[in-house]
Each structure stands twice: as structure tokens, then as C-alpha cells.
């Protein structure tokens, strides 16, 4: 038997004033969109924008349903937006942001484990690094340089193979 470790390192800054003026517009971005998302029932309103390799942005925010929980995230409206307006172009930055009507959004929060498998999958798709900036309207903000990061033991189509 042996014991092994995951870790991987990200950078955190206080606030957006720390970024630089690509990320922090990016950010500002993901911030502002939230206010286009559909969120009736949980009240969590989640914004993403992604900037690609040809200078494209992208938005999505989350879509909710009666049907609770038949929505589907920010992450992957931005997803599916993407792969059909520019296949296979790869995506370079994505931030992402929330607020609430029920708790205050200062802090980052990570996407849930169905976006992260479908953020891994684009991210293998196009053989390029997805880097993901992550916070909430205010105070801190985590930069990660790969979704890799975020999915140890992903289930990949080498697995299928």
C-alpha cells in the first residue's frame, strides 16, 4: 500500500483592483451577465464570460426550470454556446461570478461536478488549457491555470477506448 496526494497551486488575490486589466474586464464581465440568468427557484444567479484563442467573447448564465432540477449551469450554456458558434476554437480564459438573494457574495465558488467533467471535455476537445478565474461580485478571486486541475481522476474518452 502506498499513500499518494493531489494538490495543485492557483494564485488568490484580495480583490479584482489586484488583476490585471484583462482578467479583471473578463471578470467584470462574468459579474454583470449574472443579471441575465433565470434563476426563480434557487435564487443563485451564476454568470460566466470566456474569452477564446480568436479574440471572441462568450457569455452564458444559468437557466432554471419548474421542472427543478431539470436547468442547466452557466458553464455549460457557455459550452454549448461556444461549440456551436466556433467549433473547435479553444477557449483561453473563462471567468466565472454569482450573487445571491440569500447569502453575500464575497467569495469564490467552484463550478459543481457536472460543469467541470463538461469544462474538461472542451479542454481535452481543443488539446488547450482552459484558465478559469473565479469569484464572487466582490473580495477575493482564485486564477486556475487548467480545469485539469479541478477534476483529479476524471473520467476521460480514454477510458472508452
Known amino acids: 500500500m502506498s499513500e499518494n496526494k493531489f494538490e495543485f497551486s492557483f494564485e488568490e488575490f484580495n ?16 459579474r454583470k451577465i449574472t443579471k441575465q440568468a433565470y434563476a426563480p427557484y434557487s435564487k443563485f444567479y451564476v454568470g460566466a464570460v470566456a474569452v477564446l484563442e480568436n479574440g471572441e467573447l462568450v457569455s452564458g448564465t444559468n437557466q432554471e426550470n419548474a421542472s427543478y432540477p431539470v436547468g442547466i449551469c452557466a458553464e455549460r450554456v457557455l459550452l ?3 461549440a456551436t458558434i466556433h467549433p473547435d476554437i479553444p477557449i483561453k480564459t473563462m471567468a466565472i461570478s454569482y450573487y445571491s438573494d440569500s447569502i453575500k457574495s464575497d467569495h469564490p465558488i467552484s463550478p459543481c461536478g457536472m460543469c467541470r467533467q463538461a469544462l474538461l ?6 488539446d488547450k488549457p482552459i484558465r478559469i478565474i473565479l469569484s464572487g461580485q466582490e473580495g477575493k478571486v482564485y486564477i486556475i491555470k487548467t480545469v485539469r486541475n479541478l477534476l483529479p ?5 480514454d477510458e472508452l477506448k
Open 153 to 157: 481522476f476524471a473520467f476521460t474518452s
Open 15 to 30: 480583490d479584482s483592483n489586484e488583476l490585471n486589466d484583462a482578467d479583471a474586464r473578463l471578470l467584470a464581465d462574468a
Open 80 to 82: 454549448g454556446t461556444v
Open 121 to 126: 471535455e472542451y479542454e481535452s476537445r481543443t
